[in-house]
């Protein structure tokens, strides 16, 4: 998986900002980094419809970002195999890279949004605020595990 993540992110190239993306039937969580790619930050949730008016909303996103790619968290089962979701994400991927013509990178989203629950439960945030925060948190989880993976690349 970390090989995959790494061939696809080389189309991002050194610097740029990037946008995470947490897929999920109902919602996709999006984060974006800055552009040296230290931190990973929250930025929203957006309501999935029909793919068009959501490929046009994270168009407009990564515009308003300058971002220089995508990092799509992929779900993978727990022993590491591949489901029904992830085959789904890996179509929504391709689609992505024709309406943006932005590279995508796949990352393992394994425990992502358990991980961000835990955390915002840590933070005695109420049911209501962890459920509006949880899939921009998962992004950001995502994000900041793929630019801490081509930190330690380029070091």
Do not use: H, Y
């Not at 552009?35 to 996103?61: H, I, M, N, Q, S």
């Not at 995508?70 to 689609?95: H, I, K, Y």
């Not at 890279?97 to 989203?109: H, Q, S």
């Amino acid at each position: 998986m970390a090989d995959e993540f790494d061939q696809a992110a080389l189309a991002f190239g050194d610097k740029g900002p990037l946008l995470g993306l947490d897929l999920g039937e109902k919602t996709i969580g999006v984060a974006s980094c800055d552009p040296g790619r230290r931190v990973a930050t929250p930025v929203e949730t957006v309501r999935r419809t029909k793919f068009t008016a959501d490929a046009d909303r994270l168009r407009t996103l990564a515009k308003e970002r300058a971002v220089v790619g995508f990092v799509l968290g992929l779900p993978r089962n727990m022993d590491g195999t591949e489901g029904a979701r992830a085959q789904s994400t890996r179509a929504f991927a391709r689609s992505l890279v024709k309406a943006t013509g932005l590279p995508v990178a796949l990352w393992d989203e394994r425990l992502s949004t358990a991980a961000m629950d835990r955390d915002l439960i840590g933070l005695d945030t109420s049911r209501a605020k962890r459920a509006a925060k949880i899939d921009e948190s998962a992004a950001a989880f995502i994000l900041q595990g793929a630019i801490d993976r081509l930190t330690r690349r380029g070091a």
